[in-house]
């Protein structure tokens, strides 16, 4: 497979960006891809953010495996990350962020009502790498009828503080950090998943590896969709997918074969999906 590239001077402006701001907000949103919730993370996160308090935001939970998603929560949580599962895109789930983000800070907000000071909107910027449904989140948090606040001390004029939910407020930098590709696997997982550009990455290679990866977790589902026999399971990787080109009617034209496979992937053709396993090395 071809050397997947990320991209240093994105990475350098993003992190210079969450790191200006991060003693500005209460608490880091970190949003994951559901059906990549290790692969979509990026590995210097933890470095740059410190002991900031943190929420682990699983999207796009409707293509994942519901179980995997319950068991990566628990992993996430065993490792100190409190975690959530949500589909931004429809818009289920969303409403646990704020909910959660005062669970989180349950102490804080303690100590500042001691204080006597009482209502005061938490703080909160959203991180994620591309494709995770940052946007999405953002917008469904913000509602598009919700004036900015304006700009406020210590934030640059481009940087606004916007309204989201009755007591949080979101800083509107990008907060982008794109993925970091040391791993041969996760570029193959965040293609799969349409994390990175078609443009960069051979199709064939990740076609291999999702058939790897069906035969392993969802064998049924890919004789059902392709109309192959059990045996044909026992062929090569390589071999099965000839199979499949032949059966999509494409003749020996693997590579549109590839390319409709990780499109029929993508839209859940082969059922509901998660890449990574709980028990792996938490990324970072």
């Known amino acids: 497979m071809a050397t997947i590239q990320w991209y240093p001077g994105h990475m350098a402006k993003a992190k210079k960006q969450v790191q200006e701001n991060l003693h500005l907000v209460d608490i880091v949103l970190?949003?994951?891809?559901?059906?990549?919730?290790?692969?979509?993370?990026?590995?210097?996160?933890?470095?740059?953010?410190?002991?900031?308090?943190?929420?682990?935001?699983?999207?796009k939970a409707d293509l994942a495996d519901p179980v995997q998603s319950a068991a990566w929560i628990k992993e996430f949580t065993a490792n100190g990350l409190p975690a959530i599962a949500l589909d931004s895109q429809?818009?289920?789930?969303?409403?646990?962020?704020?909910?959660?983000?005062?669970?989180?800070?349950?102490?804080?907000?303690?100590?500042?009502?001691?204080?006597?000071?009482?209502?005061?909107?938490?703080?909160?910027?959203?991180?994620?790498?591309?494709?995770?449904?940052?946007?999405?989140?953002?917008?469904?948090?913000?509602?598009?009828?919700?004036?900015?606040?304006?700009?406020?001390?210590?934030v640059t004029k481009k940087q606004q503080w916007l309204k989201a939910g009755k007591n949080m407020e979101l800083l509107d930098t990008p907060g982008i950090l794109w993925p970091k590709f040391e791993d041969p696997l996760v570029g193959k997982k965040l293609a799969l998943t349409g994390a990175i550009k078609d443009s960069i990455y051979h199709a064939d290679d990740v076609a291999l590896y999702a058939l790897d990866h069906f035969k392993a977790t969802n064998p049924q589902l890919l004789l059902e969709r392709y109309r192959l026999a059990p045996e044909d399971l026992n062929l090569s990787t390589a071999d099965l997918l000839l199979k499949i080109t032949q059966r999509m009617g494409l003749k020996d034209d693997f590579d549109r074969a590839s390319e409709r496979l990780i499109l029929e992937i993508r839209k859940n053709k082969l059922g509901r999906y998660t890449l990574d396993t709980p028990g792996d090395e938490i990324n970072g």
């Open 30 to 59: 970190e949003i994951v891809d559901a059906r990549t919730p290790n692969s979509s993370r990026n590995s210097i996160l933890d470095k740059i953010i410190e002991q900031k308090p943190r929420l682990m935001i699983l999207n």
């Open 90 to 154: 429809h818009n289920k789930g969303v409403q646990q962020i704020e909910k959660m983000a005062q669970q989180i800070l349950h102490d804080k907000i303690k100590r500042q009502h001691e204080r006597g000071i009482k209502n005061k909107p938490i703080r909160a910027i959203c991180i994620g790498i591309p494709n995770a449904g940052k946007s999405t989140i953002l917008n469904r948090l913000v509602k598009k009828n919700v004036a900015q606040t304006g700009d406020r001390p210590g």
